[in-house]
């Protein structure tokens, strides 16, 4: 067979490059024949790299932990060893720097379709490798007879615009234009630029910041999740600023004007030094500051990979687009479809779309009308033989939750851990609750975890509650924890979650388990959905998640009564506890509307200094008759104020708002001057003193 191998590998080479696409070839056999298979490919192929063990020596490798580190790079053929498991993440990272006439080599050991503990990721992959389009090659079997990729569609039609843009696609050339119109058009007018991987979106951003550097004097901002990710920008900018001061590694310069790489944490507060502020993969930074560069910044351009590999780009192009539609409703959209660094309809990109779920869709319904909906438990076997149900459940996901990635889909078929419960009418998912078993651990792992000494895999909630908050009783008890909830938008506040909920409770209970709990990323709206379904605050994280800039939220409702006295009651206390002593230091920035959820939603006592009623009376009205200034009284108002948020009388508007910003998180006037668009601090002291005439009085 190796002797026949070379000539195999020409065709399939050859054809490749003349279509312009890339094909999936599965290496079926022990890992030595395995891994002849492999050097022979790259006797073929110039920018070869082996991803997993066991790389021949002579060979560029990496790690699956490091495969990210790849994404901006190009390869030609990738060899992805699978003999000791595989990983979603790394075939979706790595399938996307293999340019056009490459191949992906998918190396799995011999009778892995057939063997009888196969995963259900595998077993979905194996119904996947029938596709005629994939190329098996197998141990002790003649080599197949070659068969040339026949293009679905239409050829693309060359293109390569003037000089000095060299666009490769007239969808490219519209997106120079429209990046350009941001920086020299009507202000207030952000472009959000998507595509899939392969079409110039990243070259599209360098071509018109250079454009830009050479006709005007400009200095402009290049933002993504690390400079490897914008590399790609400062290379095609660099390809056209002939002239251009390379010498800092992160910077360009030409002609007065200027190309500067701002790491995502510090874009913020310097986002006034510059004229244009670029932003690519945007998926991948924190909602909050692409908020605040709204605030901060008028001309914009945010750029995101639609079917990413990390599974993000269509929850954050809707949820973007909300604060969009808010902040500046005249912003624009445009979508780059054609590929250019391979072919239409590229056989691989088909494929890893498919195994992946990349491209999964929720379901369009819109109403329920009459319709009878069902609330059933989904096993593994059902997701695998049923690819609609499959895809609308992680196109539901995805939506819902914008980091949802291709390890979750494996994880969801491959751990028994998690169960899944769907809300169906008919053929339409409308909802999905995972779930995932935790905790039951022995005296001396749960008094490792408290300790810090030990962490394990998974177990989020039981370990959080012990390690964090020191009670070591929860996590010796067992526990469901809600990954995922998610309905469908056009049905929302109709009671599904709720409904779904419910169910997922009552299959709780029915596995003897003593809590359940969750944990996400706190906002307003999701805080008041988690208490009324019961569920009691236990923890808020000190530092906001990376991905959706919100602080982590934990919460728990309790089944077996022994739980109270053991560690929820401490719990319970302990949150209301820390989040008033905390809420002038590590929380002084959280939303006023959500400060005042979480206040109200637990066992928080009232602020009490010992002031006399008479005293504090005394002081509120010298307040409100100008007599006293606002530094005298802070304490009378905080004594009051804490009561009035505890009270039924409380009354949420935009006033109190501002009254909880400055008065019981300790804002800068500044500041809160700033979020509330007061005129000055004259304007906002009227303001405060009218809240307390009418309300604390």
Known sequence: MLSLLPTFISKLHGDSLAANCRRLVIVEGDLCWSTQITQVFSEHYSAMLWAG???????????????????????????????????????????????????????????WKSDANISPFMKRLSLLCADPDVITLCQDTPIPIFKPWIHQSPNSVDFISSAPRFCLSQQQELAVDAII????????????????RGRGKSSSLGIA???????????IAVTSPSFS???????????????????????????????????????????????????????????????????????????????????????????????????????????????????????????????????????????????????????????VANKN??????????????????????????DASQHLLVAR???????CCLLVKEGAFDEDLAQAVMLGQRRIKGHLLAQSIAAHLGLKAAAKQSCYRILRIAVLPALHRQGIGHQLLSRAEKYALSC???????????????????????????????NRDAASGLHSLLCVKVFNPYCYDSWFNDAALLFSASFCAQRVEQFQQLAPELFLRLYRNGKTQSIDYQLPEPFIQSQLKGFCLGALGYDYVVASIETRLSSYLLSDDCTRNEELFFVIAKVMQRQAWTDVISTFKYTGRKQAESILRQFVSENLI
């Open 53 to 111: 063990d066991n790389a021949p020596d002579s060979m560029l490798h990496c790690p699956f932990k490091t495969a990210k580190k790849w994404l901006g790079q190009e390869t030609d053929c990738i060899a992805i060893n699978a003999h000791h498991g595989i990983d979603a993440n790394v075939i979706g990272a790595l399938s996307g720097t293999i340019k056009g006439g490459g191949v992906m080599l998918l190396l799995l050991p011999l009778g």
């Open 181 to 196: 119109k941001v920086a020299v058009g009507h202000r207030k007018r952000p472009l959000v630029l998507s595509a899939d």
């Open 209 to 219: 910041a250079a454009e830009l550097m050479l006709t005007r004097k400009m200095k």
């Open 229 to 383: 990710c914008a590399s790609t920008v400062f290379s095609h900018a660099q390809q056209r600023l002939v002239d251009a001061d390379t010498t800092h590694p992160h910077r360009l310069l030409c002609q007065g004007s200027e190309l500067h790489f701002i790491a995502q944490d510090v874009i913020c507060d310097v986002a006034d030094n510059f004229d244009f502020i670029l932003v690519d993969e945007a998926a991948a930074i924190p909602g909050d500051t692409l908020i605040a560069l709204l605030n901060r910044h008028n001309r914009l351009v945010f750029a995101t990979t639609i079917h990413g590999y990390e599974g993000t780009g269509r929850g954050f192009e809707i949820k973007f687009k909300q604060a969009l539609n808010k902040k500046m409703p005249q912003w624009k959209a445009l979508h780059i479809e054609q590929p250019i660094r391979w072919q239409v309809n590229d056989p691989l990109e088909q494929w890893v779309f498919n195994a992946l779920l990349l491209n999964a869709e929720y379901s369009t319904i819109e109403t329920l009308s009459d319709a009878t909906i069902s609330y059933e438990r989904v096993t593994k076997s059902e997701l």
């Open 389 to 414: 149900l499959l895809s609308q459940i992680v196109g539901l996901l995805i939506h819902a939750h914008y980091q949802t990635s291709p390890n979750d889909v494996q994880q969801l078929l491959d």
């Open 425 to 431: 009418t008919e053929q339409h998912v409308i909802g």
């Open 512 to 542: 003897g388990v003593d809590y359940i709990g969750t944990s996400f990323g706190a906002s307003d709206e999701l805080v008041n959905f988690w208490h009324n379904a019961g569920f009691t605050p236990i923890r808020l994280g000190i």
